[in-house]
C-alpha cells in the first residue's frame, strides 16, 4: 500500500521545460491572435479607403458624363428647328444634322430623340459597330447611324420610317413599318 501512496517524482528540469513551453505557446496565441487582429482591422480600413477612392471616381466620370448630357439636351431644346414636326422618313428636319453630329461626336450617347404632341417622333442612334443594336434593328452591315421617324400622314395614319445611314449620313437603306407602336428596344 506504501507503494500506491508513493508519488512518482519528476526531475526539475522537465518541470522547468514544460513551463517554457506553456509560456511560449501561450506567447506565440497572443501574438497571433494581435496579429491577426491588427491585420483585420488594417485590411478593413484599406478596403474601405479603396472603395471611397473608387467611388469618388465613378460618381466623378458620371457626373461629367451626364453633365455633358444636360448641356447637350439644353441646347437641343433651345433650338428653334427642333420644335418642327418631321415629315415623313425625317431626312428633312433642320435638326437631323445637328442630331447626328452630336451624336458622332459625343461617343458615350448611343441615341438622341425628340417626341411631339401629335404623337410624331424623331431618333437617331449610334450603332457603334454592336451587335445587338444591329440584330435589334435589322441594319444591314455598314450602318453608322440609324434614323427613325414617325410621322402622320394627311389622312392622319401613323408611319414608321427607318433609314440606315453611313459615316458620311448616306442611306444605305430604308424601310417603312406601318405599325409604328410596335414596341422596339431603344438604345
Known amino acids: 500500500m506504501k507503494r500506491d501512496l508513493q508519488r512518482k517524482k519528476y526531475p526539475l528540469y522537465i518541470g522547468i521545460t514544460t513551463l517554457v513551453v506553456i509560456i511560449v505557446v501561450a506567447l506565440t496565441s497572443l501574438f497571433f491572435w494581435i496579429s491577426h487582429k491588427e491585420s483585420s482591422t488594417t485590411a478593413l480600413k484599406m478596403a474601405d479607403r479603396l472603395f471611397s477612392e473608387v467611388n469618388e471616381k465613378v460618381v466623378e466620370r458620371y457626373q461629367n458624363a451626364l453633365g455633358r448630357v444636360v448641356v447637350f439636351a439644353d441646347s437641343a431644346a433651345f433650338m428653334p428647328s427642333m420644335a418642327e414636326v418631321p415629315v415623313f422618313e425625317g ?47 435589322n ?49
Do not use: C
Open 91 to 137: 431626312l428633312s428636319h433642320p435638326s437631323l444634322e445637328f442630331m447626328l453630329k452630336m451624336i458622332q461626336r459625343h461617343t458615350y450617347v448611343l441615341s438622341h430623340y425628340a417626341g411631339y404632341s401629335d404623337g410624331s417622333f424623331l431618333q437617331v442612334i449610334a450603332t457603334r459597330k454592336n451587335p445587338a443594336i444591329f440584330l435589334e434593328y
Open 139 to 187: 441594319a444591314p452591315g455598314g450602318t453608322d447611324f440609324i434614323l427613325r421617324s414617325i410621322s402622320i400622314n394627311s389622312d392622319g395614319t401613323r408611319k414608321q420610317y427607318w433609314s440606315f445611314l453611313d459615316r458620311d449620313h448616306h442611306i444605305i437603306a430604308s424601310r417603312i413599318d406601318p405599325d409604328p407602336m410596335r414596341i422596339v428596344l431603344s438604345y
